[in-house]
């Protein structure tokens, strides 16, 4: 299947939409702000910080961030190692939420201290996990990626809850003609998000009654169907008792939702904030030569004022010096010719 992703670089992310030809069906979102974060894929120097038997392997001191985990399970060739030691691993799954990465052995040590020892950026990410992949430059919208609720084609709706402990799924059968159509197509919409969210872990969903054998093995052979092209790992157990479906989809990152929202489902400060940067580069390259004042509320200007990474040397670069940031009620972009 010809596969193709779209990369736009911001001042202070970089996004990605994966096509598999037409249709899109992975966002990908990589912070500045993350930049000595361990990514999946990367080779990475640690040191052996304590051997846990009751996990089965031992936590590794990566330089910054939460503890790694390694497993004793399935690494080839890997040494006896005691506290204090350092090896080469490479990250299998990136830390999420509070949960630290895990990693699998690379081999000796190729540093004196904890650190990165081979970065990838994010189309180097994408061309391992599809060796085939091209690449384009253009605009990547993620505006409206996370909405909790989406309309299902031919009726009905669906709405996405993130919790701490799963994923909760409500599906409404709305103006649909039947429960049988809404829950068809409402499971087709339902991974289609997942795969597009990144959403993984345990996913609980409320289908409308269908009270039918027959109709509620055609709703899991069309969720199976779908987990096929996935290249998550996907579990998916029939219907409850209650009409419930749980299922579990393989999660090797952090979701769309979680890097963009907070645990409310509001955007960050951050994602606020890079919205306005991503606004005042669109408007000051549409009046090429005008003075851009940016006018952004407290929270923003705060967070700009003392920002993780620099934002004004890669923007002054992009435009030149001919923007100003002001105090303000709600986000503005003017030009002041």
């Known amino acids: 299947m010809k596969r193709r992703a779209v ?17 899109l ?25 304590a051997v846990d038997p009751s996990v089965g392997g031992m936590w590794l001191q990566m330089g910054k961030g939460p503890d790694a985990l390694l497993s004793f399970k399935g690494q080839k060739d890997m040494p006896r190692l005691t506290e204090g030691e350092r090896i080469d691993v490479v990250v299998a799954k990136e830390a999420i939420a509070e949960k630290g990465p895990v990693v699998r052995y690379a081999g000796e040590p190729s540093r004196e201290k904890p650190g990165v020892v081979m970065a990838l950026d994010l189309r180097e990410r994408l061309t391992k996990r599809f060796p085939d992949i091209t690449f384009e430059e253009s605009s990547v919208g993620m505006d409206t990626s996370t909405e ?9 709706s669906i709405a996405i809850d993130r919790t701490q402990a799963l994923i909760a799924v409500d599906v409404d059968k709305g103006g649909a003609k039947t429960v049988m159509d809404c829950s068809v197509n ?45 290249p998550a790992s996907i579990r998916v157990a029939p219907f409850s008792r209650f009409g419930v479906v749980e299922m579990t989809r393989g999660q090797d990152g952090p979701s769309l939702d979680a890097q963009l929202n907070d645990r409310f489902g509001e955007p960050t400060v951050e994602t606020r904030a890079i919205h306005a940067l991503r606004r005042l580069e669109r408007e000051a390259k549409a ?29 002054t670069e992009r435009l030149g010096a001919r923007f100003t940031v002001e105090l303000g009620e709600q986000l503005d972009v003017k030009a002041d010719r």
């Not at 909790?148 to 009905?156: M, S, T």
Request: charged share 25%; aromatic share 8%.
């Open 7 to 23: 990369i736009e670089e911001l001042v202070g992310e970089t996004r990605a939409a994966v096509y598999e030809g037409r249709k």
């Open 25 to 49: 069906v992975e966002l990908h979102l990589d912070r500045w702000s993350d930049f000595n974060k361990p990514r999946i894929g990367e080779q990475w120097c640690a040191k052996v910080g």
């Open 148 to 156: 909790r609720h989406l309309a299902i084609p031919g009726g009905g």
């Open 186 to 230: 409402g499971a087709k919409l339902i991974m289609a998000q997942l795969r597009q969210r990144r959403l993984g872990g345990l996913i609980v969903i409320d289908f409308p009654n269908l009270r039918q054998p027959r109709h509620r093995a055609s709703v899991i052979r069309t969720m199976e169907d779908m987990a096929d092209a996935d």
């Open 287 to 315: 009046s090429a030569g005008a003075q851009m004042v940016l006018t952004v509320d407290a929270v923003v200007w705060a967070w700009l004022e003392e920002p993780p990474f620099d934002w004004r040397t890669p923007m």
